[in-house]
């Protein structure tokens, strides 16, 4: 009955009655303990509880609490059927009623009445560890307490700590938030596997296994980590064999020391020069059996960590100088190669140059004075070519001439120097392209040309610069790096190189040329370059600039302050090698002026160093039109990553750099483009060896 009451009763109503009851409840123990206390003489309370219990799932961690110093309590007997009430809020927040006989709680438990303030003895509080409980709704209570007194006659009972509701809250959350990313995680991970599977799948079905060989060194995506085990191996065990060795001897164990540099050299001997597994020798996996048993041996008499560390640093050092030195060697040896002219082609110009004098053609070019009317002729297409190599001129003129369209209309101007136009007069003499039209001419027979008129060549004249390039004592070795070995390079001492800052001087009829390099190949018709509206520019270039290479900071001293004030040092940088030149422009704006004024103030090279483009740069600056870039192709002489689809469809490529197509360094992909345009059966190209 009088649960149907509470239960008809408000939720407020029904915390006052729980209350109410608990006080009796309260009141009952205190009477009785009372009694107890008078009976066995003894002086006890017994004390409500310090807070309410929580249910709180899964506290059984071992807090530390600090006990104050209560008196022990001790169980009658009789007061085990004694029903201790208590209400307390779950985790939900909502309030529970729970209930458990005094004889089911252990000794450890503390009961305390919150209204009254903990004693104080002014003894020092002892630590406790203790469990928390949890209260279930089942009314069972259980309780595995551990306490401990230290220096104390009487026990102390520990506080039993609870966790507050909102605390369990976040708790709970954060284990969910936990779980959520875990989930998360595993699921990135599938897709990062499912994603790898694919691209496996995909590069598996795209893998070509008809190629025979190995793949390029450049390339390394299908190369297996243990390919060619045994040849790494076994000069994994000479590097180790010399490093006992030293040790051995170190310590004065010479037998050990010869056996190992025996073993050594017989490893080296069966390795010879191969480079792969399939290039060693049948004997290779014994020789490495045994060479392993002799570093075994080695290892048992002289192992020593620190030392063979010791051993190794020095080793790795030695041969990072080796390597170092070798780069200088290497450098300076490209260098050469590629500035010292070839044998065959040396060969060329001596047979040419003989046959011209010995079959006299030099003097009917004495009696023949009037020139032919089309090398003036502004209407047809005019140009020029400086150079001192017959073959590579020749290559230009071929390439050009079978790829134009009306090869009649086509003028090439040929400069050369004094020792090379006898060869360059008989070699198109005898070998004249159809049709077109050319002049070969030598440079000392342009009389103006001389040091009062032209800054480089006085300049080139000039005890400095002959010191520079020729005295002995200067750091011109390997020591003194790769730029200045560039730079050093015969070709800037040569006006054949400087010549064209002078063409409105060289060819005063004609109102538009169009400039070549020797090292180029024309592979469209170059007609319409003459129709391209240059917008009042001089110079018609493909620029040569990408993000942040090639720019006027790679080619001028921006640290001056002559440089730093009239140029911008991220503009944009073109080449020589084919560039269209309005003459007219060029006189009306006086460029070769503007050159002579600039070379004149960096004589002493400190606002460029030697060439000709840095001073082509600030000679036409602002004054260059952009063309498209696939009119010029550059890097075919330095580059081998470059688009095999830019070069083929490009009007002209340019082989810059070192490694020019007519050397034995040229690369072998790029040569065919250069080689095709070459008459491999010229009765004087077998004479001179000269072939594919």
Same mark, same amino acid.
């Given at each position: 009955m009088m649960m149907m009451m509470m239960m008809m009763m408000p939720r407020c109503f029904v915390s006052l009655i729980q209350a109410f009851f608990l006080s009796l409840v309260l009141l009952l123990l205190h009477h009785v303990g009372g009694e107890s206390q008078a009976a066995s003489s003894h002086h006890r309370e017994l004390l409500a509880y310090r807070r309410p219990l929580q249910d709180c799932p899964g506290c059984t961690t071992t807090t530390t609490t600090t006990a104050s110093s209560l008196p022990a309590l001790h169980y009658d007997p009789d007061l085990k059927d004694v029903n201790i009430v208590a209400t307390y809020s779950d985790h939900h927040g909502n309030i529970r009623l729970g209930s458990v006989k005094m004889g089911h709680l252990s000794s450890s438990w503390l009961f305390h009445n919150p209204l009254l303030p903990l004693p104080n003895n002014n003894k020092p509080p002892s630590q406790l560890v203790t469990p928390r409980d949890s209260f279930q709704n089942d009314s069972r209570m259980e309780e595995s307490a551990s306490y401990s007194s230290t220096n104390q006659t009487e026990n102390h009972f520990p506080h039993v700590e609870f966790t507050s509701p909102a605390k369990l809250k976040r708790q709970s959350l954060r284990q969910e938030r936990r779980a959520q990313r875990t989930l998360e995680l595993i699921q990135q991970d599938k897709e990062s596997d499912k994603q790898m599977q694919e691209a496996a799948i995909h590069k598996s079905m795209t893998f070509e296994n008809s190629l025979v060989g190995k793949y390029s060194i450049w390339r390394r995506d299908f190369e297996s980590p243990n390919a060619d085990a045994i040849l790494k191996l076994m000069r994994d065990q000479i590097i180790m064999a010399k490093a006992y060795a030293h040790i051995a001897k170190s310590k004065n164990a010479s037998n050990l020391y010869l056996f190992l540099m025996q073993q050594s050299r017989e490893n080296q001997l069966v390795l010879g020069k191969a480079t792969s597994d399939a290039d060693l020798p049948s004997r290779a996996l014994e020789q490495a059996k045994a060479m392993g048993h002799a570093l075994s041996l080695a290892k048992d008499e002289l192992y020593d960590c620190h030392e063979l560390a010791k051993k190794f640093r020095a080793m790795l050092q030695s041969t990072e100088r080796n390597v170092d030195g070798l780069k200088k060697k290497g450098t300076f040896l490209i260098q050469l190669a590629a500035k010292t002219f070839p044998q065959p082609l040396h060969c060329l110009s001596l047979q040419l140059a003989a046959d011209y004098f010995l079959l006299g053609f030099n003097e009917e070019e004495e009696d023949?004075?009037?020139?032919?009317? @089309?090398?003036?002729? %502004? !209407?047809?297409?005019?140009?020029?070519?400086f150079s001192d190599n017959v073959l590579a001129t020749s290559v230009v003129v071929n390439s050009t001439v079978l790829n134009a369209k009306q090869p009649e209309k086509h003028v090439f101007h040929i400069v050369t120097d004094k020792l090379n136009f006898a060869a360059m007069k008989m070699w198109f003499r005898v070998n004249a392209p159809a049709d077109a039209t050319i002049q070969v001419e030598n440079i000392n027979d342009?009389?103006?040309?001389?040091?009062?008129?032209?800054?480089?060549?006085?300049?080139?004249?000039?005890?400095?610069?002959?010191?520079?390039?020729? @005295?002995?004592?200067? %750091? !011109?070795?390997?020591?003194?790096?790769?730029?200045?070995l560039k730079y050093r390079n015969p070709k800037y001492l040569s006006m054949l190189n400087h010549l064209r800052f002078y063409l409105p001087e060289v060819y005063p009829k004609l109102d538009k040329i169009l400039f070549l390099d020797d090292d180029i190949v024309v592979q469209k018709d170059l007609a319409p370059l003459w129709e391209v509206d240059m917008q009042g520019k001089v110079n018609g270039a493909v620029e040569t600039c990408k993000e942040s290479f090639h720019r006027f900071d790679k080619y001028l001293n921006f640290s001056n302050p002559k440089i730093s004030e009239n140029f911008d040092a991220g503009a944009c940088g073109w080449a020589f090698g084919m560039n269209m030149f309005d003459l007219r422009e060029w006189r009306k704006r006086n460029i070769t002026g503007i050159y002579h004024y600039w070379q004149d103030m960096n004589e002493d090279r400190t606002l460029w160093k030697l060439g000709s483009l840095p001073p082509g740069l600030i000679t036409f600056y602002n004054l260059t039109y952009a063309m498209e870039r696939s009119w010029h192709v550059l890097g075919l002489g330095y580059d081998p990553a470059l688009n095999q689809t830019a070069i083929e469809n490009a009007a002209v490529v340019h082989y810059n750099g070192n490694y020019k197509p007519w050397l034995g360094l040229a690369f072998a992909k790029y040569k065919p483009y250069w080689s095709k345009y070459v008459e491999y059966d010229n009765p004087y190209l077998r004479l001179c060896n000269i072939n594919e």
């Open positions: 023949v004075v009037k020139k032919d009317a @089309k090398f003036e002729d %502004p !209407s047809l297409y005019h140009y020029a070519i342009f009389k103006w040309l001389n040091s009062s008129y032209c800054s480089v060549l006085r300049q080139l004249e000039s005890a400095r610069l002959k010191e520079y390039y020729f @005295k002995a004592n200067h %750091p !011109s070795s390997i020591s003194a790096g790769a730029d200045n």
